[in-house]
């Protein structure tokens, strides 16, 4: 199967900032350590937009993208977030050509 990707823009209540990227140091730990299909998954802070966040996410295929939605920790940070989020927006990607991390499959 093919990589499967999230673009996702976070538009955060206002001081909100602090309080989420805490949440999400926590839960990118636990990516980190459990989840082997999710390939890429990187937080961005939008330079000049103090309450934007993107997250870049590439999974081995949408198996690993489901094992992903099931873990504690992501479940954590899907009830938490409603406290410091006023928007999302989620665009689901198909991966046809890029640069992946060397060892990672495409």
Do not use: S
Not at 65 to 92: M, N
Request: aromatic residues 12%; glycine residues 8%; proline residues 5%.
């Amino acid at each position: 199967m093919a990589n499967f990707g999230l673009f996702v823009r976070f538009t955060l209540r206002e001081g909100a900032g602090e309080a989420f990227d805490a949440l999400m140091q926590e839960t990118t730990a636990g990516i980190r350590a459990h989840e082997p299909g999710t390939l890429v998954y990187v937080c961005h802070q939008v330079e000049g937009a103090p309450n934007e966040r993107i997250f870049f996410e590439v999974y081995a295929d949408h198996a690993a993208f489901e094992e992903h939605e099931r873990q504690p920790h992501t479940r954590h940070f899907l009830a938490e977030r409603a406290k410091y989020v006023e928007k999302t927006e989620v665009d689901r990607l198909e991966p046809y050509a890029g640069k992946y991390p060397t060892g990672v499959e495409k």
